[in-house]
């Protein structure tokens, strides 16, 4: 189990991925989840750096699509602030929402890296269908209330997914 739980990376932020790195291992789509990974839970605003990171993203011939578990109206929203895809409703670690991701980018899963903030939804799908996994810090303490749960069980299983995983 650990092993589906283990990122390939684990970097404090987007800001610290290194994009020619993933661009040399054929990564051509980045599936990024959404709330406290690219902004603060809850948030409409996108800052001005996340503007500027996707830019970079795009510079290095990478597709991106926004995968949120968030079903509102502002995942497509942000999504068009970033010239973006999305899909929205993606009940990870259900892989279906990922596939359709994937799809849009048309870009096959051995080609696709996944951006997340937890373990039991984002690395965890990301994981199951084989794509590059890259856990990153929450941005933010605020969170939905099942995610403060999960967050005691990453907590039990972190040393020994630190030991396991990639550092760049």
């Known amino acids: ?13 987007i800001y610290d ?9 054929g990564i051509e789509g980045i599936l990024l989840d959404l709330d406290n990974t690219l ?14 990171w996707m830019d970079r993203v795009k510079a290095h011939r990478m597709r991106a699509c926004i995968v949120s578990n968030d079903f509102s109206s502002r995942v ?7 010239d973006v895809p999305a899909v929205a409703g993606a009940k990870k670690p259900a892989t ?13 899963p051995a080609r696709a890296a996944i951006v997340g903030d937890q373990l039991f939804t984002d690395i965890l799908a990301g994981n199951l269908l084989g794509l590059y996994t890259v856990l990153v810090t929450p ?8 995610t403060r749960a999960v967050r005691l069980m990453e907590r ?13």
């Open 39 to 52: 902004v603060p839970w809850g948030s409409r605003d996108v800052p001005p750096e996340v503007r500027g």
């Open 96 to 108: 279906g929402a990922l596939r359709r991701a994937l799809q849009v980018l048309e870009v096959p």
């Open 139 to 146: 941005l933010s303490p605020q969170e939905f209330l099942t």
């Open 156 to 168: 039990i299983v972190m040393p020994w997914v630190r030991e396991s995983a990639g550092r760049p």
């Open 76 to 82: 497509s929203a942000i999504a068009r602030i970033l």
């Open 1 to 13: 189990m650990i092993r589906l739980l283990t990122p390939k990376r684990i970097v404090d932020s």
């Open 17 to 25: 991925i290194d994009l020619e790195d993933l661009r040399g291992r």
